[in-house]
């Protein structure tokens, strides 16, 4: 039997969002400024709104040791996790100015998120974002992004 898969998404430009929206990703694009990528000078930000509102960002930060360096997304994403405040995620976005359009995100980082969303009551938001375009990508669930994730929980 051969199965096929959907994926969704809404290809949109930036003036399309709702407000709320559109502020995360102007958020995200801020937060790319302050990357430390001196390697790859790819500097990435991300934002992430709580449902009660509350902004967080981040940004990519590199070593010298290549693979000790960590993306945008998951530098955000441990920070909420140590903070506690990952069930309250609503919406994530991604800014690369340097990509040529939607920056996507790499496969570690789709890992986390999907389990750090599986915590939550509702899917995330996600919207990403590069470079002068105004395209933009969202998604709303990270299964449209990470389809066989890997989900194990200790019982
Ligand atoms: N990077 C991110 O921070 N997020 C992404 O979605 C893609 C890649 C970073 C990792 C590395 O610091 C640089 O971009 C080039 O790969």
Same mark, same amino acid.
């Given at each position: /039997?051969?199965?096929?898969?959907?994926?969704?998404?809404?290809?949109?430009?930036?003036?399309? =969002?709702? #407000?709320?929206?559109?502020?995360?990703? +102007?958020?995200?694009?801020?937060?790319?400024?302050?990357?430390?990528?001196?390697?790859?000078?790819?500097?990435? @930000?991300? &934002?992430?709104?709580?449902?009660?509102? %509350?902004?967080?960002? @981040?940004?990519? +930060? #590199?070593?010298?040791?290549?693979?000790?360096?960590?993306?945008?997304?998951?530098?955000?994403?441990?920070?909420?996790? &140590? +903070?506690?405040?990952?069930?309250?995620? +609503?919406?994530?976005?991604?800014?690369?100015? %340097?990509?040529?359009?939607?920056? /996507?995100?790499?496969?570690?980082?789709?890992?986390? /998120?999907?389990?750090? #969303?599986?915590?939550?009551?509702?899917?995330?938001? =996600?919207?990403?974002?590069?470079?002068?375009?105004?395209?933009?990508?969202? !998604?709303? @669930?990270?299964?449209?992004?990470?389809? !066989?994730?890997? =989900?194990?929980?200790?019982?």
């Amino acid at each position: /039997m051969t199965y096929s898969l959907i994926l969704s998404y809404d290809k949109l430009t930036l003036s399309e =969002l709702e #407000e709320g929206e559109q502020m995360l990703v +102007q958020s995200a694009k801020e937060a790319a400024s302050g990357a430390y990528a001196p390697y790859s000078k790819f500097g990435v @930000g991300a &934002a992430i709104r709580l449902r009660d509102g %509350r902004l967080f960002t @981040g940004n990519n +930060q #590199e070593n010298a040791a290549y693979p000790s360096g960590l993306c945008a997304e998951r530098t955000l994403l441990f920070y909420l996790g &140590a +903070q506690k405040l990952v069930p309250h995620i +609503q919406a994530l976005a991604v800014f690369a100015p %340097r990509s040529e359009g939607p920056v /996507m995100p790499c496969g570690a980082c789709r890992q986390v /998120m999907y389990e750090y #969303e599986s915590l939550a009551q509702r899917p995330w938001i =996600l919207i990403f974002a590069g470079g002068e375009t105004d395209l933009v990508y969202r !998604f709303v @669930g990270v299964d449209n992004l990470l389809p !066989f994730a890997f =989900l194990w929980r200790p019982s």
